[in-house]
C-alpha cells in the first residue's frame, strides 16, 4: 500500500490542469452515484475504521515524502491566465461556492483565512460573509496575492488582507476563528510543517475546513487526475496527528470533493 501511495505521489507532479488544457468535463452525467451519507453507511463507517491505522501509515508516508522535498508542485505563478480556470462561471456548477461558505457557518465579525486562495474565488465570497470581521488570503505566489489585492480593492472589499506565505509557513496571523484550504492541499509540499503553523494560529475552538478532490471520483472530473488526488481519510488522519480534531467530513454537498472539518480543541 505505502508503495502505491509513494507511486502516486510521483505520478501527481501536476495537480491542476494547465490553463491552456481544455476545461474538464462538467456534463452532468459524469457526476457519481451518491449511496447515502458516508457517516450514516455503517458499512462504509466500519470499512474505514478498519482501514484508520492504514490511513495513518499513508498519511506518515505522504507527509515524509513530501518534506523529503521529493514532491515538486508546479507552480501558479500568473494570475491572469490562471483567472480563467478557477473564476470560470462553470466551475459554480460543481464547486458550489456559495453552499461551502455557507457550510463555515460564518458570523459576520469573524476572522477567516483562505489559505491558497489563488485568483482570490473564495477570497471575496468569505469577505462578503465577514463585513464587520476579516480575510486572510494567503498564497505562495507573489503575482495571486497582487491580483487578490486589486481584485479586492476593485470589489470594494476594504476587509481583505494580503499575505504572501511561504512553503512550510503560511505567515498568518494569530486568533483565526475559521481557516478555509480548497483546491490545494495536494499542492502542499510540507504540510506537516504548513499546517502545524495553522493550528497555531487558529484560536483554541477555532475551524479548519480542507476541501479537496475525492480519490473516487471519476478520472475525467474536474480537478487533478486521480493518482494524485488525496483521499479525505488521509487528510483526516494528517490533520489529527498535528493535533487537531476530526469533528466530520461531508461527501455529499459536492459532486467531485470532500469537504474535511477540524477543530483545535477549545
Ligand atoms: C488549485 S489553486 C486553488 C486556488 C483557490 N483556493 C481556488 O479554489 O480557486 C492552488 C493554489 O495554492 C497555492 N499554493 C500552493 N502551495 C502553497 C503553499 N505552500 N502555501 C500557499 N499557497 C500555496 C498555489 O499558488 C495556487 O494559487
Known amino acids: ?79 491572469a491566465e490562471w483567472t480563467a480556470q478557477f473564476d470560470s462561471p462553470d466551475r459554480a456548477v460543481w464547486q458550489k461556492p456559495d453552499e461551502v461558505v455557507a457550510a463555515l457557518k460564518l458570523t459576520p465579525g469573524m476572522t477567516v483565512a483562505d489559505l491558497g486562495a489563488g485568483t482570490g474565488y473564495f477570497t471575496m465570497r468569505l469577505a462578503k460573509a465577514v463585513p464587520e470581521g476579516r480575510v486572510i488570503a494567503n498564497d505562495l505566489e507573489p503575482d495571486m496575492v497582487k491580483w487578490i489585492g486589486e481584485r479586492a480593492a476593485k470589489e470594494g472589499l476594504a476587509n481583505v488582507t494580503t499575505v504572501e506565505g511561504a512553503s512550510a509557513d503560511p505567515k498568518l496571523p494569530e486568533g483565526l476563528d475559521v481557516a478555509l484550504m480548497v483546491d490545494t492541499y495536494h499542492h502542499i509540499d510540507e504540510p506537516s510543517r504548513f499546517f502545524g503553523k495553522v493550528r497555531d494560529a487558529l484560536k483554541p475552538g477555532g475551524l479548519l475546513v480542507v476541501v479537496d478532490f475525492k480519490k473516487d471520483a471519476p478520472e475525467d472530473a474536474p480537478g487533478p487526475p486521480a493518482a494524485m488526488r488525496v483521499d479525505d481519510a488521509i487528510v483526516a488522519a494528517h490533520l489529527q496527528k498535528l493535533g487537531l480534531t476530526h469533528e466530520r467530513t461531508d461527501r455529499e454537498l459536492l459532486p467531485y470533493q470532500y469537504l474535511v472539518f477540524m477543530r483545535k480543541p477549545g
Open 1 to 79: 500500500m505505502r508503495n502505491a501511495v509513494i507511486a502516486a505521489i510521483a505520478l501527481g507532479l501536476v495537480g491542476c490542469n494547465r490553463p491552456s488544457d481544455p476545461p474538464a468535463g462538467h456534463d452532468s452525467k459524469n457526476m457519481p452515484g451518491h449511496t447515502g451519507p458516508e457517516g450514516h453507511d455503517h458499512e462504509a463507517s466500519k470499512e474505514r475504521a478498519f482501514h484508520a491505522q492504514e490511513h495513518e501509515e499513508q498519511a506518515q508516508a505522504f507527509a515524509d515524502h513530501r518534506g523529503r522535498g521529493h514532491h515538486k508542485h508546479h507552480r501558479f505563478t500568473n494570475a
